[in-house]
């Protein structure tokens, strides 16, 4: 059972779970630094959103694309993922899962490209 898991999640998923991980686990540790006043933990937050997310899923987008080639579906997960913060911050979020989505794209991009000229990181 084990070594099903192994195969079908994370060999399959192992860019979506670094997402995940990004989007969903790496904010709870930004409400819990310590700071000295409230409005520092926005600031962290915002940080994370404009900055640490999109680096990642950049690299992350790149390095999906040279091995397995351009695929769009990657780049819809991305934003689907995102969707969940809606829920929680509202429509205005949905801003993040477009820029997301078209970061992820263009990372891809930028990927298929190596692939195509055979340059591996």
């Given at each position: 059972?084990?070594?099903?898991?192994?195969?079908?999640?994370?060999?399959?998923?192992?860019?979506?779970?670094?997402?995940?991980?990004?989007?969903?686990?790496?904010?709870?540790?930004?409400?819990?630094?310590?700071?000295?006043h409230p409005s520092d933990s926005m600031i962290?937050?915002?940080?994370?959103?404009?900055?640490?997310?999109?680096?990642?899923?950049?690299?992350?987008?790149?390095?999906?694309?040279?091995?397995?080639g351009l695929q769009w579906y990657f780049s819809?997960?991305?934003?689907?993922?995102?969707?969940?913060?809606?829920?929680?911050?509202?429509?205005?979020?949905?801003?993040?899962?477009?820029?997301?989505?078209?970061?992820?794209?263009?990372?891809?991009?930028?990927?298929?490209?190596?692939?195509?000229?055979?340059?591996?990181?």
């Amino acid at each position: 059972m084990e070594e099903f898991l192994k195969k079908s999640l994370v060999q399959k998923y192992k860019y979506t779970i670094v997402i995940v991980v990004v989007y969903y686990i790496l904010p709870i540790f930004v409400y819990l630094l310590p700071v000295r006043h409230p409005s520092d933990s926005m600031i962290y937050a915002l940080y994370l959103w404009c900055i640490i997310i999109p680096l990642v899923i950049f690299i992350s987008s790149i390095i999906f694309a040279i091995y397995n080639g351009l695929q769009w579906y990657f780049s819809l997960r991305v934003a689907v993922l995102w969707l969940l913060y809606m829920v929680v911050f509202g429509a205005q979020s949905l801003a993040f899962a477009g820029v997301y989505f078209v970061i992820s794209l263009v990372g891809q991009c930028i990927g298929a490209w190596f692939k195509d000229k055979k340059i591996v990181l």
